[in-house]
């Protein structure tokens, strides 16, 4: 197979951050996703309907001209999020979601939540509506190790949020266990996860063997290859619960390349085409666009694109960095590495 069409596919995870880094990232992501779900942990964070439509015209101003991308908006959950704001921002009909942030699980989780009980009016609101609650699944205690923080996630948090609202829609946000796979393989139908595809590629020897490699450090943090090839499986199941959310996560070299570098990958600029590799690896590309524009927007209730874009089987080189802003620098995850597949 040389060639590969798709349906356009979306990104149901995405980070654009604000100011010279959104203009500097977000041309990435317009020129290979119909749409992307756009992750609220600015600083400081949105929280409101209003933020949530400011920053969604920043996103459009920041647009490469004539783009046709589609920033779906989220609200960032926290302990003092009211019924009412929920009810706001579904009432928009442009913000998609709220995000679940366990306080300090995360970049930019401070606002966080710190017990989803201070929660429960506004996830009542939002199972009412049908709004999906999209959730960063790891815990933050210090005594848990930080390989098992979404293992502990699922049993003492999300077990017990679906059992008090059993309809709620969740989505389970870059999942990394095989445990996170079998948890929402089980699950009733309102429950689906994204998946990255550093997590389908990568295990944590990539990060750790011959040398400390930050650009591979993101959470939740890559983990054991028994679970790599979990979600392998899951992503090329067909199982429409599993869909795509890259977690471009960008930060500027020098605050990756850090004796305390930020949790990241940048994949933006190559994401199809990461994904069609670790697709490829396991003979699977004839279920790669299921995975990546139609699971996504049919648990969303939204139109498959309209459009296609292709891949052609055609070696090239990431950049070893691109400019981030006028005075830094950005390296994508695989930078001066060769991809089989390019988006023509
Ligand atoms: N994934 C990450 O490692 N980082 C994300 C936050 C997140 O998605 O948890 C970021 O905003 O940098
Ligand atoms: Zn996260
Ligand atoms: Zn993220």
Request: net charge negative.
């Amino acid at each position: 197979m040389t060639t590969l069409t798709l349906t356009r596919p979306d990104d149901w995870h995405l980070h654009l951050r604000d100011d010279e880094a959104l203009s500097a990232v977000v041309g990435a992501s317009a020129a290979q996703m119909g749409r992307a779900i756009i992750m609220p942990n600015l600083k400081p964070p949105v929280t409101t309907t209003e933020q949530a439509l400011a920053y969604r015209q920043r996103i459009l101003s920041a647009l490469p001209e004539g783009s046709r991308f589609e920033p779906l908006m989220t609200l960032y959950l926290t302990d003092k999020t009211p019924a009412a704001e929920i009810e706001r921002a579904h009432a928009s009909g442009l913000v998609h979601a709220v995000k679940l942030y366990p306080a300090g699980a995360t970049t930019n989780s401070d606002s966080g939540v710190t017990d989803l009980a201070n929660c429960d009016d506004a996830i009542a609101a939002l199972a009412r509506l049908g709004m999906p609650l999209l959730v960063h699944g790891e815990v933050t205690d210090a005594e848990i190790d930080i390989f098992d923080r979404e293992g502990a996630f699922i049993e003492r948090v999300m077990k017990p949020l679906l059992t008090r609202h059993p309809t709620l829609r969740v989505v389970f946000e870059h999942i990394t266990t095989a445990e996170a796979a079998e948890f929402v393989r089980g699950a009733q139908d309102n429950v689906a996860a994204t998946i990255t595809a550093h997590h389908l590629l990568f295990n944590r020897n990539h990060m750790l063997v011959g040398g400390i490699r930050p650009h591979y450090y993101c959470l939740p943090i890559l983990k054991r290859e028994r679970h790599r090839q979990a979600l392998l499986a899951a992503a090329t199941s067909g199982n429409p619960k599993f869909f795509l959310g890259t977690d471009s996560a960008p930060h500027a070299q020098g605050d990756k390349e850090s004796a305390c570098g930020c949790a990241g990958a940048y994949t933006a600029p190559a994401a199809i085409e990461l994904y069609a590799a670790a697709f490829e690896e396991v003979g699977a590309l004839a279920r790669l666009e299921g995975f990546a524009s139609h699971f996504g927007p049919d648990f969303y209730g939204l139109p498959r694109n309209p459009d296609t874009v292709t891949l052609v089987r055609e070696p090239w080189r990431l950049p070893e960095s691109l400019p981030y802003g006028s005075a830094q620098r950005i390296v994508p995850l695989c930078a001066g590495e060769t991809l089989a597949w390019k988006l023509a």
